[in-house]
Structure formats: C-alpha cells, structure tokens
C-alpha cells in the first residue's frame, strides 16, 4: 500500500511497498540520494553555523546602514548618538535579560547600535583624522585572530578563565562609572578623565585600561563562540541563533569603541 506521507512518495525508497523495487535501488536512485541537499535548520528546527552566520550578517548589515545614516546626520542632528546610546542601552538589557529571544528587539538593538556607533565615530574623527580606520581595521584583526584561534582549538572557555573574566569586568564597569562621574561633575577637565590625566611611568592610564578592555572583549568573543558551539551540538532550538547573533554583536561594538577610545587616547 503505497505511503500517504508525500515525503515518502516522493522518494523512490518508499515509493512502491511490498514490490521488488522497494527492496533494491538502482545505482541512479543511490545517486539521487547522495546528491540532494542536507536538511538545514529551516528542515530541522534547530540551530545551525549556517543559520546562526546569516543572522548575524543581517543585524551587523543594519548596523552598518544605520551607522553610516548617523554619521551623515550627525552634524546637523548631533543628539542622534545619544539617543542610539540610550535605545541600545536599554534594549541591550531587556534582550540580555529576555529568556526567549526576540529578534525584533536585537535588530532595534543592532539599528540603536548603528546610530551610536557612527555618530561617535564621526565625532572622533573630527578630533582625530584617521582614528576611525585604524579602530575598523584593529578590531576586524582581534575577530578575525580570536575566531581563528578559537576554530583551530588554541583557545577554549573555561571556568577559571571566566571566572577570572567576570571579576576583571566588575572592576572595569566600577572604573568606568567613576570616570564618567568625574567628567560628567566637572571634577577632570579631559573628556576621558582619569584615563588620560593620571599616568604609570609616563603612560597614560586609559592605555592600560583600553588595552586590558580589549583582552576582556575577545575572551568575551570566544565566550560568543563556544554558546553557539554548545547550541549546535546540543541541538537546541533554531531560534537561539539570535541569541549568539545578539551577543557578537555587542562584544564587537564594545571593541571597536575600547579600540577607538584606546587610539584617541594614545594620540594625546
């Protein structure tokens, strides 16, 4: 009785049940089989590398759209890197926070990102000619170095590495908010504060600081890395691929500004 599932009618192994072409295939059959495409995760539900890359593309594409917008308007809309500051800050928390992911609230996020992104860039590019390109092209080297490095099994999580991770972050996030402080109270006249006014043996501290940011951010990376190793391993569902999509995305816009702020710095 021949199968009513089409998935199975249509394929020559189920094709004609109980008839002597049901138990033997022909070398062209064999090779129908051989040759057609894996199930991907649109077939499958669950997440894939595949998946998970066009994902990613996608939110760091409207980044980039929504980055060069800002960067064209901020001169006469120079509130529109603040604003993509706040939107991002606040949508960053709600999709760290959020126990299913939401890929509308990563792509505002990615667009919120992009306004911040490219409004501070211009504006560290009118102070400093060139900044901008040496950040871009510093921060693809440490993706692409700590991808590499990740792919090739030098480099791997682990729990002491990261617990390691988390205490030099509370240190950093404390640092940060006092020199904000400081600035934003008028208690330091540079823009950077205690990063460019206090130094260790002639070097400025923001340096130190920057480039100890820049290590935090690519272990970050390769925590990004190994969530979404995990997921494909363990076969979780599809829609997790947002979740490591979301979270590269905000590891590389934290380094490309670490970068920019640690070469504006250092041009002091």
């Given at each position: 009785?021949?199968s009513s599932n ?21 070398e062209a059959d ?72 939401s890929p509308g ?164």
């Open positions: 009785m021949a089409p998935a199975f009618s249509r394929n020559p192994a189920f094709a004609a049940q109980g008839s002597a072409a049901a138990t033997s295939l022909t064999l090779q129908r089989i051989y040759e057609a495409p894996s199930a991907g995760s649109q077939d499958t539900g669950r997440m894939t590398y595949e998946d998970t890359i066009v994902k990613t593309t996608l939110s760091f594409a409207l980044l980039l759209v929504a980055a060069a917008a800002s960067w064209l308007l901020t001169p006469t809309m120079p509130f529109l890197p603040f604003l993509g500051m706040i939107v991002g800050l606040v949508l960053g928390l709600v999709n760290a926070f959020k126990k299913e992911p609230l990563i792509l505002g996020y990615a667009a919120a990102e992009g306004l911040f992104v490219g409004g501070i860039s211009y504006i560290f590019e009118a102070i400093y000619p060139g900044v901008v390109v040496q950040a871009v092209l510093a921060t693809l080297v440490v993706v692409g170095v700590t991808l590499a490095l990740f792919a090739s099994g030098k480099v791997r999580a682990s729990k002491r590495a990261t617990k390691v991770f988390m205490v030099a972050m509370v240190g950093y996030f404390v640092f940060s908010l006092l020199n904000f402080g400081l600035v934003a109270f008028g208690a330091v006249d540079s823009p950077f504060g205690l990063s460019s006014n206090v130094k260790i043996f002639g070097i400025p501290l923001g340096v130190a600081i920057g480039i100890l940011a820049v290590l935090m951010a690519a272990y970050s990376l390769v925590l990004d890395f190994d969530f979404i190793q995990r997921g494909v391993n363990n076969r979780v569902a599809r829609k997790y691929g947002w979740s490591g999509a979301f979270g590269i995305m905000v590891t590389v816009v934290w380094l490309y500004v670490e970068l920019l702020r640690l070469f504006a710095i250092s041009r002091n």
